[in-house]
T-cell receptor, first 113, second 115 residues
Framework: GEQVEQRPPHLSVREGDSAFITCTYT??????FFWYKQEPGASLQLLMK???STEINEGQGFTVLLNKKDKRLSLNLTAAHPGDSAAYFC????????????WGSGTKLIIKP | DMKVTQMPRYLIKRMGENVLLECGQD?????MYWYRQDPGLGLQLIYI???????SEGDIPKGYRVSRKKREHFSLILDSAKTNQTSVYFC??????????????FGPGTRLLVL
């Protein structure tokens, strides 16, 4: 079945710099992808849902890139600020077979002043 | 306002005691999930429920059971809790839109400590 690998597990960047998180997946038929943000001590909040037909997805202060050829999903936080300090998780849908998501192991991002 | 609630938020139990974690949602979502999250790790799926009395094991069901008697309510039960079940438990729910596009909405979590 689908496997998802997320890198790096820990990331520290200075305020104003960019932060880049990547997930690679194995099933070329995967076509829905999710990024979630989890602030310290809090629950998971959906950051963005991405469809396989869209390679570049712009959010507020971040961009999500989908490279289907390389089976890579990336989250790029531009001009990071302290509010971006959180854990970020990617998730990949296996399709409508069982409604489960395959989760990455997470990236703990720290924004330094 | 779409919401997933969990009760209790914090719980301390002794080894061997029974534990009941409750989850509710007000969005009429068909599908509900229970996950656990250990420190520094991602989410592990314990059980998934497709609707009332339609439950399926996830990746780590051993030591857990679930109950869903109403669409808006999903319970996780630990019979005779063990210390290695100390964790943060998250409930989530989603519409069954099909095609794998279902967005999961998470509750605030329950922090369980088993002594």
């Amino acid at each position: 079945g689908e496997q998802v690998e997320q890198r790096p597990p820990h990331l520290s960047v200075r305020e104003g710099d960019s932060a880049f998180i990547t997930c690679t997946y194995t099933d070329p038929n995967s076509y829905y992808f999710f990024w979630y943000k989890q602030e310290p001590g809090a629950s998971l909040q959906l950051l963005m849902k991405v469809f396989s037909s869209t390679e570049i997805n712009e959010g507020q202060g971040f961009t999500v890139l989908l490279n289907k050829k390389d089976k890579r999903l990336s989250l790029n936080l531009t001009a990071a600020h302290p509010g971006d300090s959180a854990a970020y998780f990617c998730a990949v849908s296996e399709g409508d077979s069982n409604y489960q998501l395959i989760w990455g192991s997470g990236t703990k991002l720290i924004i330094k002043p | 306002d779409m919401k997933v609630t969990q009760m209790p938020r914090y719980l301390i139990k002794r080894m061997g005691e029974n534990v009941l974690l409750e989850c509710g949602q007000d969005m009429s979502h068909e599908t509900m999930y229970w996950y656990r999250q250990d420190p520094g790790l991602g989410l592990q799926l314990i059980y998934i429920s497709y609707d009332v009395d339609s439950n399926s094991e996830g990746d780590i069901p051993k030591g857990y059971r679930v109950s869903r008697k109403k669409r808006e309510h999903f319970s996780l039960i630990l019979d005779s809790a063990k210390t290695n079940q100390t964790s943060v438990y998250f409930c989530a729910s989603s519409f069954r839109l099909g095609g794998g596009q279902d967005t999961q909405y998470f509750g605030p979590g329950t922090r369980l400590l088993v002594l």
